[in-house]
């Protein structure tokens, strides 16, 4: 049990897995008290002393020498200390070495098993002391195996194992092992079976990440992301603002001839990027947020209701394939829009004329 090899892993453990060898020690000695009171009956604090120099592991059962005994797994009686040294005296640390060929099958397998289990607390409380200032960020990991649908990828230094659960896999994208990946650190939590990383490809984190790196005018504040709605894999729309009339917030975020953009839309696989120019004027918000579609009127109709008014042959190009336009620019800017041809807007509002009060809700 205890040899070279032994040695050889407990550094090989602290190198690959990041375990301290005193966290390693504090596992065993738990695990060999165990298995020695299971073969003897008697457990008193169990101590281990290891020499790397001579690599051997001294194993030591200790109980305190009393007048009387009350805890008999803790405590021995003076007599039944002094059969084996006439010296004692009660308050005296009574220490026997236990040979580790002294243990048996049935509780060596028990030290095995609970030195197991505390070798993956150890683990587990490492990985999630690793990553949990990385929830929300940006990370690079490897596609290692793909099982029940689940994509478990290797990341960070130590090759933790994160999962990319369906919802949160871009379904146009088909994953395959030994593939990079950039990922969004969505959660990071102590579960039942050990550290739990959840990965995301289709949080709204990761699009913002993205445009962080890929643009600098992000990641130094002075042009801000002020919202993002996405349908991944297809669409997005991500709404941007500076304060700073110098800078033009669109064009940092597009890039010369549109490499910033671009380099978005090829790591997300194609998905469209619509940049909305965000204002505090929410009818010029909701006129910006239907681009690609050209819109002609928007009329405020209710609390943060409005009608968006668009050319006729522009009318399905503001809603989108099955309303994923306009669906997107209701996630956006938090307002529920009535997207309208102009034919069929003139129609309606003939029929219920509006009133200056409204007219003076119009953004053109």
């Given amino acids: ?26 596992a065993l000695e738990n695990a060999m008290g165990i298995a020695y009171k299971k073969m003897s009956g008697v457990s008193g604090e169990i101590t281990i002393k290891l020499s790397q120099e001579k690599k051997s592991i001294n194993i030591y059962s200790t109980r305190k020498i009393v007048e009387e005994v009350v805890d008999p797994d803790k405590e021995i009686s003076l007599e039944e200390a002094r ?22 099958r049935i509780p060596a397998q028990t030290a095995k098993q609970v030195l197991t289990q505390k070798l993956r607390e150890i683990e587990r409380n490492n990985t999630v002391n690793e990553f949990e200032d990385k929830e929300g960020e940006l990370m690079t990991c490897t596609v290692r195996r793909i099982e029940n649908d689940n994509v478990y990828v290797e990341i960070g230094g130590n090759q933790i194992e994160g999962v990319l659960m369906p919802r949160d896999q871009i379904p146009t994208e088909k994953y395959q092992l030994n593939q990079k990946l950039n990922v969004f650190v969505k959660k990071v939590k102590n579960g039942a079976r050990g550290a739990e990383i959840v990965v ?5 984190g990761l699009l913002r990440r993205l445009f962080e790196n890929e ?15 996405r349908e991944p894999g297809q669409r997005a729309k991500i709404a941007i603002y500076s304060e700073d009339s110098q800078v033009d917030a669109i064009g940092a975020c597009v890039g010369n001839k549109g490499a910033r953009v671009n380099a978005i839309v090829s790591e997300l696989n194609g998905e469209k990027i619509d940049i909305i120019p965000w204002s505090e004027n929410p009818l010029e918000y909701i006129s910006k947020s239907l681009s690609p579609a050209t ?28 309303g994923q336009n306009a669906k997107l620019a209701v996630r956006l800017t938090g307002w529920k829009i009535d997207v309208k041809s102009e034919s069929a807007a003139i129609n309606e509002l003939a029929e219920e004329p509006v009133s200056n009060e409204t007219e003076d809700k119009v953004s053109e």
């Fill in 1 to 26: 049990m205890i040899n070279q090899d032994f040695f050889l892993a407990l550094e090989d453990l602290e190198r690959t897995k990041g375990i301290l060898v005193e966290d390693f020690i504090s």
């Fill in 200 to 204: 995301s490809r289709t949080s709204n």
């Fill in 83 to 104: 059969e084996t040294k006439k010296s004692y005296k009660v308050g005296d640390d009574f220490v026997v070495e236990i040979k580790s060929k002294d243990f048996g």
């Fill in 295 to 322: 819109v002609i009127k928007v009329i405020q109709t209710g609390d943060e209701s409005a009608m968006a008014i668009v050319p006729d042959d522009k009318l399905s190009l503001a809603i989108g394939r099955s």
């Fill in 215 to 229: 643009v600098p005018e992000i990641k130094q504040g002075v042009v801000v992301i002020k919202n993002i709605a």
